[in-house]
């Protein structure tokens, strides 16, 4: 297997640099449209996983817009990425590379967390926190929806 095995891991690495839940959640929602993911992923089939996923995604999308909300590279703000894109890493690598899959995601996402706050934050100077964070929430909820779609697949397949 090659690197490109495991780009939809580095992609969702990607998703949580911006958005620490959103990969989880996405493929919650997936699991629930029963579509299943390349690596093995027990953690999501239990539903209170599941659903604990979902909501904490959309908690984030609402959290995010508080003025008290803190960087995305604070302590725990990039263990949640670690965690978050881990656990989709895995998911998304082909099966038996689950732990590469992991790796590969936590290395995109912590670094990129950095930057997508740097961006962030001269987003907020022109347009405002609540406008500049709703259009990063469009473009990384497309994204990892996006991502997720197409790289899982049917259960029954």
């Known amino acids: ?10 992609l969702i690495g990607a998703v949580a640099s911006a958005r620490s839940m959103t990969p989880m959640a996405t493929i ?7 579509r299943g993911t390349p690596g093995q992923l027990v953690l999501l089939d239990r539903p209170l996983f599941t659903y604990g996923a979902l909501a904490m995604g959309v908690g984030e ?8 909300a803190p960087d995305r590279t604070v ?13 989709a890493g895995a998911a998304l690598a082909p099966r038996g590379r689950e732990g590469a899959g992991a790796a590969v995601a936590v290395a995109t996402a912590v670094p990129l967390a950095y930057c997508t ?29 996006a991502l997720v779609a197409l790289a899982t697949r049917p259960k029954y397949d």
């Open 61 to 68: 999308l609402f959290g995010d817009k508080m003025k008290t």
């Open 117 to 145: 706050l740097a961006v962030r934050k001269q987003a907020m100077a022109r347009i405002g926190q609540t406008r500049s964070g709703l259009i990063e929430d469009a473009l990384i909820v497309a994204a990892g929806a």
């Open 75 to 87: 302590f725990l703000g990039l263990l949640a990425r670690v965690m978050s894109a881990g656990i």
């Open 1 to 10: 297997m090659n690197m490109r095995s495991l780009l939809s891991s580095a």
């Open 28 to 34: 919650a929602a997936a699991r629930l449209a029963g």
